[in-house]
């Protein structure tokens, strides 16, 4: 059986910048912001907790973010939040139970393993630039060698 209180007893949540970013996470109370804990083999975990939650509420208004082997989940309404807390949920090969947490603790600095989590994809405009640059000199080396190789067969 699942151990609802295992994590975060005191009902506070310490995440990385990179999860409070992409849950929208802020510092203080919080009354839409879960623990969910799941028990499942294999690689399956994401995937359970997505159809359990997207069955119970009937909606898609919600977020999960996992913190190393933890996940959080984000509704977008208290109500949301409400249906899904104390309840779990034994499949066959899983079983997801979930807990609301009251506060989010988001520190003022992180550890530099923390800071390399932070992801930020590259604006198209900045891809394509690194694209064409290495292009372009992958190209200007391959003409400069090829005209080395003409100067080179023209000198009797």
């Known amino acids: ?15 990385t910048r990179s999860v409070a970013q992409y849950l929208g996470l802020e510092d203080g109370p919080t009354s839409t912001l879960l623990y969910a ?34 996940y959080l989940v984000k ?31 988001i520190p003022t600095r992180m550890s530099c393993c923390e800071d390399a989590l932070v992801l930020s994809d590259a604006r198209p405009d900045q891809w394509k630039c690194e694209v064409e640059e290495k292009y372009v000199l992958t190209k200007k080396k391959s003409m400069i060698s090829q005209v080395g190789q003409e100067d080179v067969r023209q000198q009797p």
Do not use: W
């Open 37 to 70: 804990a799941i028990e499942s083999p294999g690689q399956e975990k994401f995937s359970t907790l997505t159809f359990f939650v997207h069955r119970l509420l009937g909606n898609g208004n919600f977020k999960i973010a996992q913190m190393k082997t933890d």
């Open 1 to 15: 059986m699942i151990n609802l209180m295992a994590n975060y007893t005191d009902g506070n949540v310490v995440p």
């Open 75 to 105: 509704c977008d309404s208290p109500s949301d939040a409400d249906k899904l807390d104390g309840k779990v949920k034994v499949f066959k090969r899983a079983i997801v139970g979930f807990r609301k947490l009251k506060t989010v603790v």
